[in-house]
């Protein structure tokens, strides 16, 4: 057998009593609370946009461009580098950078590699200046400490 009475509840009693379905009076909704914790750096997604829209070489090359380069920008935000866009970067941000890897004491191989990854960061942003043509400029030219 069918039932030929609505069905009770609040939301039906405002639709019976000819309130606008969108109007939401019967609805009650918990207010949206804003996250407390850090969003992601705005930096960190430039990169991570940037490496999905220009898929160049292997995945392996790739993923390691995108984990170097996302790296770089962790490192950035603990130098102080705080709300920066890709297209923002500048000659003083990569030499920071470079200084702090000295100060750790990386090897020149592993400055080439990750100056190689912001080398193409900076041109992907237009910029290619920003970067310089030699490793000799940071101190990581073949045969240096």
Same mark, same amino acid.
């Given at each position: 057998?069918? +039932?030929?009475? #609505?069905?009770? $509840?609040?939301?039906?009693?405002?639709?019976? +009593? $000819?309130?606008?379905?969108?109007?939401?009076?019967?609805?009650?909704?918990?207010? =949206?609370?804003?996250?407390?914790?850090?969003?992601?750096?705005?930096?960190?997604?430039?990169? @991570?946009?940037?490496? /999905? @829209?220009?898929?160049? $070489? #292997? =995945?392996? !090359?790739?993923?390691? @461009?995108? /984990?170097?380069?996302?790296?770089?920008? @962790? =490192?950035?935000?603990?130098?102080?580098?705080?709300?920066?866009?890709?297209?923002?970067? +500048?000659?003083?941000?990569?030499?920071?950078?470079?200084?702090?890897?000295?100060?750790? =004491?990386?090897?020149?191989? !592993?400055m080439r590699n990750r100056l190689l990854y912001l080398r193409w960061l900076a041109r992907k942003i237009g910029k290619?200046?920003?970067?310089?043509?030699?490793?000799?400029?940071?101190?990581?030219? /073949? $045969?240096?400490?």
């Open positions: 057998m069918i +039932n030929d009475q #609505p069905p009770n $509840g609040p939301v039906w009693a405002a639709v019976l +009593n $000819g309130l606008a379905a969108s109007s939401h009076s019967a609805v009650m909704r918990p207010a =949206q609370k804003k996250c407390k914790c850090p969003r992601l750096h705005q930096l960190e997604h430039d990169i @991570r946009e940037i490496c /999905r @829209r220009n898929p160049q $070489g #292997p =995945q392996a !090359t790739q993923a390691d @461009r995108q /984990r170097t380069l996302l790296m770089c920008a @962790r =490192q950035w935000f603990r130098l102080g580098v705080h709300r920066k866009r890709a297209v923002n970067l +500048n000659t003083d941000n990569i030499r920071m950078l470079v200084d702090a890897w000295h100060a750790e =004491q990386l090897s020149a191989a !592993t290619p200046h920003i970067v310089a043509p030699s490793n000799r400029a940071y101190g990581a030219g /073949r $045969g240096e400490k």
